[in-house]
Nanobody, 121 residues
Framework: VQLQASGGGLVQAGGSLRLSCADS????????VGWFRQAPGKEREFVAA????????YYADSLKGRFTISRDNAKSTVYLLMNSLNPDDAAVYYC???????????????WGQGTLVTVSS
């Protein structure tokens, strides 16, 4: 599994971004995928996760209703749609894959390099 996160950038508060997590090895369909984020000086925190077939999704309580995780296994890609962004959402966003990944970083074996999201107020 070789993960590549993309789609970050600068957005105004209230705007939206869609992040992508692609697997160049094209084996992502076998794995659960999670998104995590890390702001400067803070711990890396769970954002959202999706099971291997998309049958279940998980979200950090504070992000429910604004963020949506989805996947397209034919494209070996997982997406994170982020709406109503605010400055507190600014962070480096990482995607990760694991056989049974859920909410904990320890449940993921493979990590992408991260993509930076900046939100201007």
């Amino acid at each position: 599994v070789q993960l590549q996160a993309s789609g970050g950038g600068l957005v105004q508060a209230g705007g939206s971004l869609r992040l992508s997590c692609a697997d160049s090895g094209r084996t992502l369909s076998s794995y659960a995928v999670g998104w995590f984020r890390q702001a400067p000086g803070k711990e890396r925190e769970f954002v959202a996760a999706i099971t291997w077939n998309g049958g279940r999704t998980y979200y950090a309580d504070s992000l429910k209703g604004r963020f949506t995780i989805s996947r397209d296994n034919a494209k070996s890609t997982v997406y994170l749609l982020m709406n109503s962004l605010n400055p507190d959402d600014a962070a480096v966003y990482y995607c990760a894959a694991g056989p049974n990944g859920r909410l904990s970083r320890d449940e993921y074996d493979y990590w992408g390099q991260g993509t930076l999201v900046t939100v201007s107020s």
